[in-house]
């Protein structure tokens, strides 16, 4: 198996006494393992870090075996941020995610692209990040088949006076429909309310609380593990 592609650097793991295991999310051809010899030095560290973007040539006996690469930086997302300790856990949380819960040589570029859009807008406020955590948090839920269905009320079918999310289903719940069980369903958010749409009226508090219906979502899918969760705590605050 032959190619070349762009891809992501999710998984960078020590190999014996000098040799790493990459994980790199490319664009056509889904997270694929390579095994990169003698790299366990300083050059090797800031080549091999977790987000940068590679173009990288890939060769594999077979499926079965680590694929070797040739690979060629493009853009380091980590050493960018490596002073700042929120950007750069931001950049191994969705990375650890990633690594964890999608398949080998699955293509997905929706993914890709998606993954590298939240990375290249990392130099935004505090307030549009957390608003591209909630909306990459959004994306991998739908890409797993759990989006959430906002568009109009789970019993009524009116997208009218939308004030709830069923934690059951990720689905809308009208303020009529929910009489009696408000206390059980999720509060539906402002910038949920405006389809994503940051502007002035959205506070961080109501982020925040985005965030959380995010997460609660994340974690009942089991996309959210031990690990990254203590991750986005450090992150979303």
Do not use: W
Not at 94 to 107: A, E, G, H, T
Not at 123 to 132: H, K, S, T, V
Not at 202 to 226: A, C, G, H, P
């Amino acid at each position: 198996m032959k190619f070349t592609d762009d891809g992501i650097i999710i998984s960078s793991k020590k190999h014996g006494e000098n040799s790493l295991i990459i994980k790199i999310l490319s664009k056509n051809h889904g997270i694929c393992n390579i095994y990169a010899k003698n790299a366990v030095n300083s050059k090797g560290y800031a080549k091999y870090q977790i987000g940068n973007l590679v173009f990288f040539d890939f060769y594999a006996k077979n499926e079965n075996v680590l694929a070797y690469a040739k690979i060629e930086n493009l853009e380091s997302f980590s050493s960018k941020y490596i002073l700042e300790f929120n950007k750069l856990q931001m950049i191994i949380y969705f990375s650890l995610i990633i690594s964890q819960n999608f398949m080998d040589l699955d293509p997905n570029q929706d993914l890709f692209s998606v993954f590298l859009e939240f990375l290249r807008n990392l130099d935004q406020d505090n307030r549009n990040i957390l608003a591209n955590i909630v909306k990459l948090e959004l994306k991998l839920l739908e890409i797993f088949g759990y989006g959430l269905d906002l568009s109009n009320c789970a019993v009524t079918f009116s997208d009218r006076d939308l004030c709830f999310i069923s934690p059951k289903s990720g689905k809308a719940v009208s303020k009529k429909a929910a009489i009696g069980y408000e206390d059980k369903l999720l509060k539906l958010t402002d910038f949920f309310k405006q389809k994503l749409i940051l502007n002035d009226q959205i506070s961080k508090v109501d982020l925040i609380q985005s965030s959380d219906i995010t997460r609660f979502f994340m974690k009942k899918y089991n996309l959210l593990r031990l690990e990254s969760e203590k991750i986005r705590m450090l992150v979303v605050k």
